[in-house]
C-alpha cells in the first residue's frame, strides 16, 4: 500500500492582520452565496434573448451538479496539496466559468460553462470554511460568526435586488461578469496576506473514490431535481437513477476502507460529534431552502407583495438569524460552552415552521413576520455552530474534508427539502384548485403549482381566491413537514457531547470524544 504520509514545511510568518484575510474570505463567500440568487432573477432576460425555453432547468441543474460533486473533492486537494492553492485554484475556476457564461451565444454553451462555474463553487465555501479552521481556534472562532452569517444574510437579501438592478441596466451578460472584479479583489488579497504550510501528500489521487461519489451524488441531486416534476416518481427514469447512485454510494463507502487516501475518511464518523452535526446540518438545509423558497411564493400569492422586493420579504428570518448568530459566537467565545445551541436552535426551528403551517388567506404580514424571527432565531443557532463543531472533531489533517462532508450534507438536505417539500406543495395546491375551481383550476396549475404575479392578475376573481386557499395549503403541508423533519435536529442535538474547543487551554489537549482533534491551529497574530 501506498505511503500516506504527508510531508508539512515549517509554517510561514502568520498575516499581520487576520482581518485582511477574513475579508477576502467573505468576499468570495458572497460570490458563492450570490450567483444563484443573482442569475436566477435574470433568468426570463436571459431565455429571451438565446432561447431554448426547454433546457432552462439545466442552467441550474448544471451549476447543482458540479458544485455539490467537487465540493468533497476540494475539500481533499486542501488537505492533501496545501489549501491556500486549491482556494485559489477554485476562485480562478469559478471566474473563467462566469466569464464563459457571460459570453455564452446559445443555451447549450451556457449550460456547459454553467457546470465549469459550478466546478470551481465547490471549493469556494469549503476554502472558506477549512482556512477559517486552519487560522483561527475553535474557541476564538465564535467571534466572526456575526460576520459569516452577515453575509448569508445580505446574499439572501440583496441577491434578487441585485440581479434584478444589473439586468435592468447593464444586460443579463454583467450578472456573470460581476464575479469577475470581486473575485480578483479576493485573489489578489489571499495571494499577498495568507500564509499558511505547504504540503506534499506522497500518496495520489483516489480517482476511484472520485467517480464513484461523482456519480452517487449526481443521481442523488438530478432524483431531487427531476423526481415530481420531469418525470413522475414512479418512473423508470428515476428508479433507475435511484439504483444507479445507492449502488455508486455504497460502492464508494466499501472503496474507502481500501483506498491508500480516500476523499472522505470514514475515520471521521467515529466522532459522535461530527456525525451529529452532519445530521443537523441535513436538516438545516432540508428546512432553510424550503423556508427560503416557498414564503416569498404564499407573500406574494397569498399577502399580495411585490416580486421585486422579494428578498426583502426575508427580512425578519434573516436579520433574527443574523442577531442570533453573532450572540452565540460571542457567548461560545467568552464560555467555550455551546451544546446548548443545537438544542435551543433546533426547539426555535420546530415552532417556527409549525407557526408557519398555521397561516392562511388572512394572516397578516406583521404575524407572518413574527413567524419567520422565530424560525431564523433557531437557524442563528445552528448555521455556524454546526460547522464549528464538526471542525472541531477531527484533527487539524482532516480539516479540509470535514469542511466540505458538513457542507456536502447541508447541500444534499437542501436539494432533498426543495424537492420533497415542492411535492407535497405541488400535489396540496393542484387538490385544492380542482376542488374549489373545478376543471379551470386543475387545467391552471397543471403545469405548474407556483403562478408569477402576471399569470395571477389575469385570473377571474374567484379563480384568484381559489388559487390563495390552494397556495396556504401548500405551504401548511410544506412547513408542517419541515417543523417534523426539524425534530429530527432536536434529537441529534441532545446526544451532542461537549468538547472542550480547541484553543481554552490545557484542557483542550486531550481528546473527549472518539476522535476527537488535538492538533492546535496556527497561532494568529493579534489584531
Not at 407557526?355 to 433557531?378: H, N, Y
Not at 399569470?455 to 374567484?462: F, G, Y
Not at 381566491?465 to 417534523?484: E, I, K, R
Request: proline fraction near 3%; hydrophobic fraction near 50%.
Amino acid at each position: 500500500m501506498a505511503d500516506t504520509q504527508t510531508v508539512e514545511t515549517k509554517p510561514e510568518k502568520q498575516p499581520k492582520s487576520v482581518r485582511v484575510v477574513l475579508l477576502a474570505l467573505m468576499i468570495t463567500m458572497m460570490l458563492a452565496m450570490l450567483d444563484n440568487m443573482i442569475v436566477g432573477t435574470a433568468m426570463p432576460t436571459i431565455v429571451g434573448d438565446l432561447g431554448g425555453l426547454e433546457h432552462l432547468s439545466w442552467v441550474v441543474t448544471a451549476y447543482t451538479l458540479a458544485t455539490a460533486a467537487s465540493t468533497p473533492i476540494w475539500g481533499k486537494l486542501g488537505d492533501m496539496y496545501g489549501r491556500k492553492g486549491a482556494f485559489m485554484t477554485s476562485i480562478v475556476i469559478f471566474l473563467i466559468g462566469s466569464a464563459l457564461s457571460g459570453m455564452a451565444q446559445n443555451m447549450g454553451e451556457l449550460i456547459g460553462f454553467r457546470a465549469i462555474q459550478g466546478l470551481g463553487a465547490g471549493g469556494l465555501m469549503v476554502g472558506v470554511m477549512a482556512i477559517i479552521g486552519d487560522l483561527i481556534p475553535p474557541r476564538e472562532r465564535g467571534k466572526y460568526q456575526g460576520m459569516m452569517a452577515g453575509v448569508m444574510a445580505l446574499a439572501m437579501i440583496g441577491g434578487p435586488l441585485v440581479g434584478g438592478t444589473i439586468t435592468d441596466n447593464w444586460g443579463w451578460r454583467w450578472s456573470f461578469y460581476i464575479n469577475l472584479p470581486l473575485g480578483v479583489v479576493s485573489l489578489g488579497l489571499i495571494s499577498a496576506v495568507l500564509h499558511l504550510p505547504k504540503k506534499r501528500a506522497k500518496a495520489g489521487i483516489d480517482y476511484l473514490g472520485v467517480a464513484l461519489l461523482t456519480v452517487g451524488i449526481t443521481s442523488t441531486v438530478l432524483v431531487t431535481t427531476w423526481g415530481g416534476t420531469e418525470y413522475a416518481w414512479t418512473s423508470a427514469r428515476i428508479m433507475e437513477l435511484i439504483g444507479i447512485g445507492v449502488a455508486a454510494l455504497i460502492g464508494f463507502v466499501f472503496w474507502q476502507t481500501k483506498a491508500a487516501e480516500p476523499i472522505v475518511p470514514l475515520h471521521i464518523f467515529r466522532s459522535r460529534n461530527f456525525t451529529l452535526m452532519s445530521v443537523i446540518g441535513f436538516i438545516t438545509g432540508f428546512v432553510m431552502f424550503g423556508a427560503t423558497l416557498y414564503l416569498p411564493l404564499y407573500q406574494q400569492s397569498v399577502q399580495g407583495a411585490s416580486a421585486t422586493n422579494s428578498g426583502l420579504l426575508l427580512l425578519p428570518m434573516l436579520g433574527a438569524m443574523l442577531v442570533t448568530s453573532m450572540v452565540a459566537g460571542r457567548v461560545t467565545t467568552n464560555t467555550g460552552r455551546y451544546k446548548v445551541f443545537p438544542v435551543v436552535g433546533s426547539v426555535l426551528m420546530s415552532v417556527g415552521l409549525y407557526l408557519l403551517s398555521t397561516m392562511d388567506t388572512g394572516t397578516s404580514r406583521f404575524t407572518s413576520g413574527v413567524f419567520m424571527a422565530v424560525v431564523g432565531l433557531g437557524m442563528g443557532c445552528l448555521m455556524q455552530v454546526t460547522m464549528l463543531v464538526a471542525q472541531n472533531s477531527v484533527e487539524m489533517k482532516d480539516m479540509g474534508v470535514a469542511s466540505s462532508s458538513t457542507t456536502l450534507f447541508r447541500t444534499l438536505g437542501s436539494s432533498f427539502g426543495v424537492a420533497i417539500m415542492g411535492a407535497l406543495f405541488n400535489n396540496r395546491v393542484q387538490h385544492v384548485m380542482a376542488e374549489r375551481a373545478g376543471g379551470l383550476g386543475a387545467k391552471i396549475t397543471e403545469k405548474s403549482a407556483a403562478l408569477d404575479a402576471k399569470s395571477l392578475a389575469k385570473l377571474p376573481v374567484e379563480v384568484r381566491d381559489a388559487y390563495q386557499h390552494a397556495v396556504s395549503a401548500g405551504t401548511h403541508s410544506a412547513f408542517l413537514l419541515g417543523a417534523v423533519v426539524a425534530v429530527g435536529a432536536l434529537v441529534a442535538a441532545v446526544f451532542v457531547k461537549e468538547v472542550a474547543l480547541r484553543g481554552t487551554g490545557p484542557a483542550a489537549s486531550k481528546s473527549g470524544d472518539d476522535a476527537e482533534a488535538v492538533a492546535q491551529a496556527p497561532v494568529v497574530e493579534a489584531v
